[in-house]
Structure formats: structure tokens, C-alpha cells
């Protein structure tokens, strides 16, 4: 993933943390916080976006509304480590629908996901696919989350 080319002052901190929260906050509102114009907001944001500070703006969905009631956190530890193998494993399993998360990580593992299906059934059918199909996985484990407890992308910024 490509670093933001972005220099930020205290003002686009404020501005990022208000817009992070609610994208749909009008811009005079948020200028009127941080003490800018509507226009001087605009224009922050977009440049935020170009840079590449603004990664994304999207709907949060909540998963139990459209039918995918398990959340799995997958710790995945790969036979071979070398560059090739670990940037071939996490683009694929990246390319993954089911696959919200995938953190490449120290420890026992290499890499940590977040998954997310309708059931076991569904749960299973992935890891057939995109874990047992892979060769280069040498294991990975299951925890099945009860519930939710927190879930964002908030930065903590303020």
C-alpha cells in the first residue's frame, strides 16, 4: 500500500477527525468547528483525497442485516516466508469477498484476518477455497467471535 504524500497541520487534524466520523457533515459545520470557511474545508478535503490521506469514503454496513452473522479472526502461519510468498499469499486471500481484514503480523503466525460469512457452512466453504487450497499454508485457527464489542477505522486524532 502506497504512504499518503501529505504534510498536515492542526487544522486538517481537526478536519479529519470531525469528517472520519460523518462524511456526511456539511462542510460549513465542520469549518465553523476548526474555524475555516466551507470553501477552505472543501478544499483541504480534497486535497486529503488526492494525497491519499482520505483513503476511502464508505457505507458501514452492519453485517447481521444482510445475513453474515459469524465474524472469524483466522491466524494463518505460511510454509515459506520470503517476499514472493507473502505478497502472492495476501494478495489473494485479500481478493477474497469474505475477507474484511488481513494484517501480516509477528509472532507464531504471518498473518491475522478478519472473516466474515453467513455460517459455518459458508466459513467452511472458504477455508476450502482460499485456505486448504493454498499450498503455502502450513496451518491457521479459528476464533469465532460471540460478539461484537467494537468495530471502526476511526484514527484516533483528537
Known amino acids: 500500500m502506497?504512504?499518503?504524500?501529505?504534510?498536515?497541520?492542526s487544522l486538517d487534524v481537526q478536519i479529519l477527525a470531525r469528517y472520519q466520523r460523518d462524511t456526511q457533515q456539511a462542510a460549513?459545520?465542520?469549518?465553523?468547528?476548526v474555524g475555516l470557511s466551507a470553501a477552505a474545508v472543501q478544499r483541504r478535503l480534497k486535497r486529503l483525497r488526492a494525497?491519499?490521506?482520505i483513503?476511502?469514503?464508505?457505507?458501514v454496513v452492519v453485517p447481521a442485516a444482510v445475513g453474515l452473522t459469524m465474524t472469524c479472526i483466522v491466524m494463518v502461519?505460511?510454509?515459506r516466508e520470503d517476499q514472493r510468498s507473502l505478497a502472492a499469499f495476501q494478495k489473494r486471500i485479500c481478493a477474497q469477498p469474505e475477507v474484511q481484514q488481513c494484517y501480516y503480523v509477528t509472532g507464531a503466525h504471518d498473518f491475522v484476518l478478519v472473516v466474515i460469512t453467513a455460517d459455518l457452512p459458508a466459513y467452511e466453504a472458504f477455508t476450502q477455497r482460499a485456505l486448504?487450497?493454498?499450498d503455502n499454508v502450513?496451518?491457521?485457527?479459528?476464533?469465532?467471535?460471540?460478539g461484537r464489542g467494537?468495530?471502526?477505522l476511526s484514527v484516533p486524532l483528537l
Open 2 to 9: 502506497k504512504q499518503p504524500d501529505a504534510e498536515l497541520d
Open 77 to 79: 502461519a505460511l510454509e
Open 28 to 33: 460549513h459545520a465542520i469549518g465553523r468547528a
Open 150 to 152: 467494537k468495530v471502526g
Open 138 to 146: 502450513k496451518s491457521f485457527t479459528t476464533h469465532v467471535s460471540m
Open 55 to 59: 483513503e476511502a469514503e464508505i457505507a
Open 132 to 134: 486448504f487450497g493454498d
Open 51 to 53: 494525497s491519499g490521506v
